[in-house]
C-alpha cells in the first residue's frame, strides 16, 4: 500500500453544488411580477375592450294587450313613453300600434261538439311596436333598463293613459 491518504475521493470537474436559498426565491418572484406586469399590460387591453364592448343596440318590439275595451283604444298612442309598471322603468317608446283584431273568446259548440273561437263585442287585441335600446346578455338575452324582453315574456306595460300586463309577440332582427 502506498500510503498516500491526501488524494481525494471523488474529484469535481468545476461546477459548484449550489443550495437554493432566499435570494434565488426572490428572483423567482421577480420574474413572475414582470411576466405578469407585462401580460396585465398587453394582453388585456383587447381582452377587456371585448369583455366591456357596448352591446347595446336599437331593437324594435311588439307586445300584445289582450282584451282592450273599445273606450281605451284612443289612450295609447305613437310616441308614448313606456315604462315597466312594476320597476318604473322606461322601456321604450311607441312607434306603431295596430288595433284591427277583435278579441275572441273559445266557447265550446256542444252541437258540433268543438271549440270556436267567436268574437267579442266591444274588446280588440292591440298590437302595440316599441323601439328601445337594448342590452344583449348571453345567456339573458335583450334587456332594456333591467326589463328583459324576449318572445311570450310578460311585460306590465304603462303608457301615460293606460296601464295593463301585455306579452311580446316579436323582435324582429
Do not use: W
Request: with cysteine; charged share 20%; aromatic share 8%.
Amino acid at each position: 500500500m502506498n500510503g498516500n491518504n491526501n488524494v481525494p475521493a471523488k474529484k469535481t470537474r468545476g461546477i459548484k453544488q449550489r443550495k437554493f436559498n432566499v435570494i434565488d426565491f426572490l428572483l423567482i418572484v421577480i420574474a413572475l411580477l414582470v411576466v405578469a406586469a407585462l401580460v396585465y399590460f398587453f394582453l388585456p387591453s383587447t381582452v377587456i375592450k371585448t369583455i366591456t364592448a357596448d352591446k347595446s343596440e336599437e331593437i324594435q318590439y311588439s307586445i300584445e294587450i289582450l282584451g282592450v275595451d273599445e273606450q281605451f283604444l284612443d289612450n295609447i298612442n305613437e310616441d308614448d313613453v313606456v315604462l315597466d309598471s312594476v320597476t318604473k322603468s322606461n322601456i321604450g317608446t311607441v312607434t306603431a300600434i295596430d288595433y284591427g283584431i277583435q278579441h275572441t273568446q273559445l266557447k265550446y259548440d256542444e252541437e258540433n261538439q268543438v271549440g270556436v273561437l267567436s268574437p267579442v263585442a266591444g274588446k280588440y287585441n292591440v298590437i302595440v311596436t316599441i323601439t328601445a335600446t337594448a342590452q344583449f346578455e348571453d345567456g339573458v338575452g335583450y334587456t332594456v333598463n333591467g326589463t328583459r324582453i324576449a318572445v311570450g315574456e310578460r311585460i306590465n306595460a304603462r303608457f301615460p293613459n293606460y296601464v295593463c300586463e301585455s306579452y311580446c309577440i316579436s323582435i324582429p332582427l
